[in-house]
């Protein structure tokens, strides 16, 4: 059964760019059919998606987010980083990967990691 953990910095500043990591264990990120997400949820907001990776290393964003998000991955360490430019106090949030299937299925998530950009 696949598990997910990210890691990364607790605090970052405005204006920084916010880097996080997924490590995969119990599946590989370049097994077929499976989208590799980023989800967020800010505090008193709903779930935010913000972007996936294929299993090729193609990606795809939010078009609200698209301007300041990346993902790459490293195939080596099975992980793949998530990377905000440009933040603000808005993007404050706890922050998800999630292994997505097709249909919008969200079955596998990590624990979150809470992410504040400071004013």
């Known amino acids: 059964q696949v598990q997910l953990q990210e890691s990364g910095p607790g605090l970052v500043k405005p204006s920084q760019t916010l880097s996080l990591t997924c490590t995969v264990s119990g599946g590989s990120i370049t097994t077929n059919n499976y989208y590799w997400s980023w989800i967020r949820q800010p505090p008193g907001k709903g779930l935010e998606w913000m972007g996936n990776?294929?299993?090729?290393?193609?990606?795809y964003y939010s078009p609200s987010l698209k301007s300041r998000t990346s993902i790459s991955r490293d195939t080596s360490k099975n992980q793949f980083t998530l990377h905000l430019s440009s933040v603000t106090p808005e993007d404050t949030a706890v922050y998800y990967c999630?292994?997505?299937?097709?249909?919008?299925?969200?079955?596998?998530w990590g624990q979150g990691t809470q992410v504040t950009v400071s004013s």
């Open positions: 999630v292994r997505e299937v097709r249909g919008g299925d969200f079955a596998s």
């Open positions: 990776m294929n299993y090729i290393g193609n990606t």
